[in-house]
């Protein structure tokens, strides 16, 4: 018995039934140049109309083919890069303030920073850098 599964480029064989589109995932080379592009602008606002521009595919391709190469959107692949990096700041420097990590790693403030962070780690920056056992999440 066939199957009803959800559409990625729309349409319906003539029995009805929906026709899925295997989408390819966006080739490693290309892959490699928007991961780099996207840790050396992590301060920055990237749109995803930028992304794409990075890659010469439509924003919807651009889109569909990071998700099937990542698991991922770039937005999600985004926001884990900033945590990393939010982390391994705040380990490395004493005395760096919320404040600086979150304008140096794309926040747009210190709470979205911390909003964020206890959303993906489990825990606020200021818990994160004075508790030891954190500090095996990196």
Request: aromatic share 8%.
């Given at each position: 018995m066939k199957k009803k599964v959800a559409l990625v480029g729309g349409g319906k064989s003539r029995t009805g039934y929906a026709v899925t589109k295997q989408i390819a995932p966006l080739p490693q080379a290309i892959l490699r140049r928007v991961k780099k592009y996207m840790e050396e602008h992590l301060h920055d606002k990237l749109s995803l109309e930028e992304l794409a521009?990075?890659?010469?595919?439509?924003?919807?391709?651009f889109l569909r083919m990071f998700r099937a190469a990542t698991g991922k959107t770039p937005h999600q692949y985004l926001t884990e890069c900033r945590i990393e990096r939010a982390k391994s700041m705040l380990l490395e420097a004493r005395k760096v303030s919320l404040i600086d990590v979150a304008a140096r790693c794309g926040f747009f403030?210190?709470?979205?920073l911390t909003r964020v962070f206890r959303k993906q780690v489990g825990a606020t920056p200021t818990e994160f850098k004075r508790k030891p056992e954190f500090k095996n999440l990196v």
């Open positions: 521009r990075e890659t010469h595919y439509s924003r919807a391709h403030s210190q709470s979205h």
